[in-house]
């Protein structure tokens, strides 16, 4: 049983959200603030879910800030009624993995939580996903080694690089698809799911976060199209 932690501080919105996320199977724990949330970071949840705006001077950009710092890899979604392109701008660079933005069906976020459990812990990926791709051990994209059963990766050097499991997803699916000339939509869909609704600049900014961490790593431009993993 999965377990989610909900940080949201409208007590009617936050009890609808907990109610309907029951209905999966998770388990789901509600926090009001900053603080309390804070407090159980080191419980490590298999999923956060935090507003932006809270009450107690703890935003959830800190507890974004904290909750990655304590482990890199964990899953986090944002949600806020604030302005939407900054706030997604913001969250995305500090390693949130996904955005929803108020007012919003609650089944919306059951939507998104089920896939983004699914592409973390590798279960229930949706069959129009084309993340949904034969496990293979180890795949080797000089001078990387990306590891897709325990979602790593790591240099030449065999250190391990951080990367958040949106960034590690935008890799593997790259990866997985060396040598072809890939357009935003399809990097969009297959990555954030054809639900997502938003800019599909934000394949861009996630490529220039994956750039940044991965400096050697061969992937090409194509300006006006895409972009292209080198094949080797």
Known sequence: MYRIFL???????????????????????????????????????????LDIMLPGGIDGFQ????????????????????????????????????????????????????????????????????LAVNVRPRLIVPPYIIDEQARTVQDEQGRTVDLTSREFDLLLYFAANAGQLLMREQVLNAVWGIDYFGSDRVVDDMVRRVRRKLPDIRLETVYGYGYRMVKT
């Not at 964990?74 to 806020?80: A, C, G, K, N």
């Open 7 to 49: 940080v949201e501080d409208e007590e009617h919105l936050s009890g609808l959200l907990a109610a309907y996320m029951s209905k999966e199977s998770w388990q789901v724990r509600t926090f009001g603030d900053g603080a309390s949330a804070r407090a159980a970071i080191a419980e490590r949840p298999d999923l956060w879910v």
């Open 63 to 130: 507890l974004l800030r904290e909750i990655k710092a304590d482990r890199p890899f964990m899953p986090v979604i944002f949600i806020s009624a604030r302005d939407a392109d900054i706030d997604r701008i913001v969250g995305l660079e500090m390693g949130s993995d996904d955005y929803v933005s108020k007012p919003f069906l609650p089944r919306e976020l059951v939507v998104r939580v089920g896939k983004l459990l699914g592409r973390v812990y590798g279960k229930n990926i949706d069959a129009d996903s084309n």
